[in-house]
């Protein structure tokens, strides 16, 4: 069984930086990328930003590119996400997601439980 562990969301206001952090745990993740998707009340599940397992290819969405920067250990099974110059827009729940194909398709195979971010105006 595969486990997620997302920490690190809160309120913060527009132009602030946030991190978020994911804990793996459950089974090994050699050759499985981790990245971050979000979701708003309403959309369907956005795709943020993903990491390869060697951490030498990432992978943003567009929305989030030049602010947002994704990072990986993969001794500790560990990604982490630094968003920065968040916007109002960017307020949803973020959950981290490990895959095989996550870097070429954007297809997450688990999903941890969320962790909510607010960026107020």
């Known amino acids: 069984q595969v486990h997620l562990a997302e920490s690190g969301g809160g309120l913060v206001q527009a132009g602030d930086s946030l991190r978020l952090s994911c804990d793996a745990s459950?089974?090994?993740?050699?050759?499985?990328?981790m990245g971050w998707f979000r979701q708003t009340p309403g959309k369907e599940r956005e795709f943020v930003a993903a990491?390869?397992?060697?951490?030498?290819?990432?992978r943003y969405a567009d929305s989030v590119k030049g602010r947002f920067t994704i990072s990986g250990d993969t001794s500790k099974n560990t990604a982490v996400l630094q968003m920065n110059s968040l916007k109002p827009e960017d307020t949803a729940v973020y959950y981290c997601?490990?895959?095989?194909?996550?870097?070429?398709?954007?297809?997450?195979?688990?999903w941890g439980q969320g962790t909510p971010v607010t960026v107020s105006s």
């Open positions: 990491i390869n397992w060697s951490g030498d290819e990432t």
């Open positions: 459950g089974r090994t993740f050699t050759g499985m990328s």
């Open positions: 997601v490990a895959g095989a194909s996550l870097i070429s398709l954007t297809r997450a195979d688990y």
